[in-house]
């Protein structure tokens, strides 16, 4: 239960346990083919999007979009809500593009306002802001932003708008084509509920339009001029090669998406939702306290709770004990004070781990000498979703 590697459905795992397939083989064409159609939907791209499954991870996902948009010069802002966020951050920088990051204290995110004013301070400078970069959920302080007044900003400045959705897409709302976004990132192991080793992508035609325009290619492996024939050749049925994919995630992919639209994304999103509510109420009624300063900025994939009086990072080790592994503090100014719960993907789906998770978690507070109400937690998670 930590925010990824996530749980995986038996339907998947089973599609992922087979001896590698060829990348030209007609089952991973087919599958590939068709998984390319089905990010359409969970992303709701809308026809237009152009989605790209590459071999990496959230990382590989986040550079492949700062090397494609931007360049040595090219004025970028940044919207700071954590880890992952600074992380952008520091890739667009070593670009080469000149970066105004918009910052927050941890559990916090800055406001809309604040992002306009950086938008309008590049402007004065007479530079015209190429791209805004936010994170959808940050994993180190579990904030999640609201992706669409930013979208429509960024839309404002004639600026794209690129979101990290890697513990976002799949279990939080996103609206790619309605809200006007140009790139959203994510990977396989987060919400989209696989083992770890594909970066997933969705681009708008604006975003290969300025790609299209750049004077210079991006390092060949990132390039989506080199992937774009490969998608288009899966897509249409067809034997392509650039660079050999990750065929049983491939496979695995093409059970996994068909899961959650078999659902239908918005049946999936509701369920995250009443996920985050109900993880929420265990831990108000076990007094542990969120990192996200408010309510509105709290994520439903996963939880980043505070230590309360009497137990520390220990607490960890004690919950794995009950047969439960959950996370750490990861935001480097916080770290020791709280820990991390995931709970997105194929979870949402088993009232039982979301329960034991709980029990887990009460019986390690209750090693570390820090006071629970026995059971409170487990009630208020089963009576929030029956
Ligand atoms: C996990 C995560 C990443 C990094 O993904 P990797 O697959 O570990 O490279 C980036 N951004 C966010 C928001 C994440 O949660």
């Not at 629970?372 to 009630?379: D, L, N």
Request: aromatic content about 6%; charged content about 20%; overall charge neutral.
């Amino acid at each position: 239960m930590i925010p990824g590697p996530v749980e995986i459905s038996p339907a998947v795992l089973e599609a992922h346990a087979s001896p590698p397939p060829g990348h030209l083989s007609p089952r991973v064409i087919e599958a590939f083919g068709a998984s390319l159609e089905r990010m359409r939907g969970v992303w709701r791209s809308g026809p237009s999007g152009q989605p790209f499954v590459v071999a990496g991870s959230g990382t590989t996902a986040m550079e492949m979009a700062a090397a494609n948009l931007v360049g040595p010069g090219d004025p970028v802002v940044v919207v700071h809500t954590g880890y992952f966020s600074d992380r952008m951050a520091e890739m667009l920088r070593r670009t080469g593009a000149e970066v105004r990051s918009v910052t927050s204290g941890p559990g916090e995110a800055p406001g809309d306002d604040e992002v306009r004013d950086a938008m309008e301070a590049l402007l004065r400078e007479g530079k015209k802001p190429r791209a805004l970069f936010a994170t959808h959920v940050d994993t180190s302080t579990g904030v999640r932003i609201d992706p669409r007044p930013l979208a429509h900003l960024a839309r404002t400045y004639g600026a794209l708008a690129v979101f990290d959705g890697v513990c976002a897409t799949g279990g939080e709302r996103f609206e790619m084509e309605a809200w006007g976004a140009d790139v959203y990132v994510t990977a396989s192991q987060k919400a989209i509920g696989l083992p770890p080793g594909l970066a997933l992508m969705v681009v708008s035609e604006r975003a290969l339009a300025a790609r299209s325009a750049r004077k210079q290619p991006p390092p060949m492996v990132l390039d989506w001029h080199e992937w774009l024939p490969i998608m288009r050749a899966y897509e249409e049925r067809r034997p392509a090669y650039f660079a050999t994919p990750a065929t049983n995630l491939i496979l695995a992919l093409d059970v996994g998406l068909r899961e959650i639209l078999e659902d239908g994304i918005d049946a999936r999103i509701v369920s995250h939702e009443r996920t985050g509510r109900a993880m929420r109420a265990a831990w108000s009624a076990m007094g542990l306290a969120p990192v996200p300063a408010r309510e509105d900025l709290q994520a439903n994939t996963l939880s980043a709770l505070r230590y309360p009086a009497g137990a520390g990072p220990s607490l960890v080790a004690r919950i794995a004990e009950r047969g439960v592994v959950v996370a750490g503090g990861l935001h480097p100014e916080i770290k020791d004070r709280y820990f991390r719960v995931g709970h997105m993907g194929y979870a949402v789906t088993r009232t039982d781990m979301l329960v034991r998770t709980v029990e887990a978690i009460e019986a390690g507070l209750l090693g570390e000498g820090a006071r629970v109400e026995s059971g409170a937690g487990a009630k208020a998670v089963r009576s929030a979703l029956v």
